[in-house]
């Protein structure tokens, strides 16, 4: 959510900063805005709501000139998209940008207005600048302003400050939302990721929890939540620069589905050998007893998926919990408790929040794409999930990802605790090392999946079906299919279809039916009968065997390699995803950045 940039430069920054902000579009947004120290010392802004062209556009018939200066993508919270409302925000003598949420904004506006100062929109970001001005105008030096404004807010940010006659000064914050500085030749970098930063430094400094940052052009002072100077390590930070290329392909998601073969080939050779299962640090599940699984989204999937490989293979009992209901339950965590927390970006808020509620209670694995985040940082143990840069809002080659760590999690688990004989254990290690072949026969499917997404774009409601392992697959089909399409989708387990969701089956409701040949796989054709009875279209998603068994009166089908149970939720996702890009395209919609959404949510 949100994105924010700045230069302390030796060129104009505008373009440097527009430029910056377009590889932070997939975070999401509504509005753009770029404020810089002009050559005369004083502060100017630029912004517009919608797409960055729109504030390109602007920059064109109104330049903005000066060699420092933040920018800034808005993902609406406190007021609507709007210019009024767009960052950055500006007060008298300072400019700021804000990531997360001011929570006691309203509070400080009645002080503020009591103090005879106006408001111009309605964000909470707005409260922040106006705070500043009033202690600058207090006659307390630009540090000190904003070292006494953060004193005041109560919440979750990211603040970046510039000021009147301050060309070499930049003020960063951070609480609860990810900021990274990065270290040019006489140049000193903002940005909420290191994606943003990526082709001017590969030299990053990750702010830990409570820190201030002064930057000028010679370098960066970093101060903790005490005040303490403290030393963070520079890291350099290796981005492909392929993979911020769509590489020929239409829409990032795309080129992320056809990635899914070669991320997951590396996933599996960096973690299991011949014989073996190795980790970044040894987890002995002997002594653990049960796991508790915590994420958001897709991500809460991948982890409803690994529970039934966790109890079914590892016997180990597993509860997952989505991350935002988790903490405030107060749940108990044992000392044998193992939690994993899950999360693409690791900066997740409500899966933070949650892992520093067990932190001290149980030991802490997170599953993660970004190995310098703060889930990471703060695990005892982080596993990489190595899908590379992800860009497409929603999430594919990420998925698979997770699900492939997850299972060489789950036989891990299953060889300490002797509830899998090596033979067993072998097998299913060459099992997965055959799975990136099979994804690449699912994509060949395609054109099948495109014909069948094109009947779909005209359905208003569209329902998926699963039993057992593949419940939690129909549950994520349903959620790409309407986060990216906007038609309303919705995942139920087989067995419930008789306790209430039937009532929706009629001509007009496409039914997709994830089955592979499974011991489950009568059951679920019994459903799918009781669908066909009242006339609703079904899309069986399912291998040779189950199309030859029951695939002669359905609506459609698409086949699946044959896979080895277990790997079958990785497989069909494949096809699930694949549906749901393909409906996006045939209705018009916004493939790689969907109205209201966000890649990153990094406040509550």
């Known amino acids: 959510m949100c994105g924010i940039v700045g230069v302390l430069g030796t060129h104009e920054v505008s373009p440097i900063i527009l430029e910056a902000l377009k590889r932070l579009e997939y975070r999401g947004y509504d509005s753009a805005g770029i404020a810089t120290v002009r050559g005369d010392g004083k502060l100017d802004r630029r912004r517009a709501v919608g797409k960055l062209v729109n504030l390109s556009d602007l920059l064109v018939h109104e330049?903005?000139?000066?060699?420092?200066?933040?920018?800034?993508?808005?993902?609406?919270?406190?007021?609507?998209?709007?210019?009024?409302?767009?960052?950055?925000h500006k007060a008298g003598p300072v400019a700021v940008v804000h990531n997360g949420i001011i929570e006691n904004y309203a509070e400080l506006r009645t002080e503020l207005a009591a103090a005879g100062y106006a408001f111009e929109t309605q964000t909470d970001t707005e409260t922040v600048a106006l705070l500043a001005q009033s202690f600058l105008e207090s006659g307390l030096p630009p540090r000190r302003a904003a070292e006494a404004t953060m004193?005041?807010?109560?919440?979750?940010f990211a603040l970046a400050f510039v000021f009147d006659n301050e060309p070499d000064l930049m003020i960063a914050a951070r609480r609860g939302s990810p900021l990274a500085i990065g270290y040019g030749d006489g140049e000193m970098y903002l940005g909420s990721d290191a994606i943003a930063l990526a082709p001017m430094t590969d030299r990053i400094t990750y702010l830990e929890e409570g820190d201030m940052a002064i930057l000028t052009r010679e370098g960066a002072t970093i101060h903790d939540g005490e005040g303490h100077e403290v030393a963070r390590a520079i890291k350099q930070i290796a981005i492909d620069p392929t993979q911020l290329e769509k590489g020929g392909h239409r829409h990032w998601m795309s080129k992320e589905i056809a990635e899914q073969p070669g991320v997951l080939a590396d996933a599996i050779a960096h973690y299991a050998s011949e014989d073996a299962i190795k980790l970044p640090q040894d987890i002995d599940f002997s002594g653990i007893d049960r796991v508790v699984m915590i994420a958001c989204g897709t991500a809460f999937y991948a982890c409803q998926t690994a529970k039934y490989w966790f109890e079914k293979i590892a016997r180990l009992p597993v509860e997952v919990d989505i991350a935002s209901e988790f903490r405030y339950r107060e749940p108990p965590i044992g000392p044998n408790t193992l939690a994993v927390f899950v999360s693409q970006s690791g900066e997740t808020a409500d899966t933070l929040a949650a892992l520093r509620?067990?932190?001290g209670k149980a030991r802490i694995a997170s599953v993660v794409n970004v190995s310098e985040s703060s889930i990471a940082r703060e695990s005892d143990i982080a596993l990489p999930i190595l899908a590379g840069t992800e860009i497409g809002v929603a999430s594919t080659k990420a998925f698979t990802c997770q699900l492939t760590v997850l299972h060489l999690l789950a036989l891990k688990a299953a060889r300490d605790r002797g509830q899998i004989e090596p033979a067993i254990f072998g097998e299913m290690l060459r099992d997965l090392r055959a799975l990136p072949g099979l994804i690449n026969q699912a994509l060949a499917v395609g054109p099948d999946i495109r014909e069948t997404a094109f009947a779909l774009s005209e359905a208003e409601d569209i329902l998926f079906l699963g039993r057992g392992q593949m419940?939690?697959?129909?549950?994520?089909?349903?959620?790409?299919?309407?986060?990216?399409?906007?038609?309303?989708?919705?995942?139920?387990?087989?067995?419930?279809?008789?306790?209430?969701?039937?009532?929706?089956?009629?001509?007009?409701?496409?039914?997709?039916?994830?089955?592979?040949?499974?011991?489950?796989?009568d059951k679920t054709v019994s459903n799918m009968q009781e669908v066909m009875a009242r006339h609703g279209r079904i899309v069986l998603v399912t291998d040779a065997d189950g199309a030859a068994t029951a695939g002669n009166d359905t609506w459609r089908v698409l086949t699946m390699p044959t896979a080895p149970s277990q790997l079958a939720p990785i497989l069909y996702a494949i096809p699930a995803q694949l549906l749901a890009y393909h409906t996006a395209i045939a209705k018009g919609t916004d493939v790689d950045q969907p109205r209201n959404l966000a890649k990153s949510v990094t406040v509550e």
């Open 63 to 88: 330049p903005l000139s000066g060699k420092a200066g933040i920018g800034h993508t808005r993902w609406a919270t406190h007021g609507a998209p709007s210019v009024e409302n767009a960052h950055p």
């Open 151 to 156: 004193a005041r807010l109560t919440g979750a």
């Open 357 to 359: 509620y067990c932190a």
């Open 471 to 521: 419940y939690p697959l129909a549950l994520e089909g349903a959620l790409k299919l309407k986060e990216i399409s906007y038609i309303h989708a919705e995942g139920y387990a087989s067995g419930e279809l008789k306790h209430g969701p039937i009532a929706l089956i009629d001509d007009s409701v496409p039914v997709i039916v994830m089955a592979p040949t499974d011991e489950l796989f």
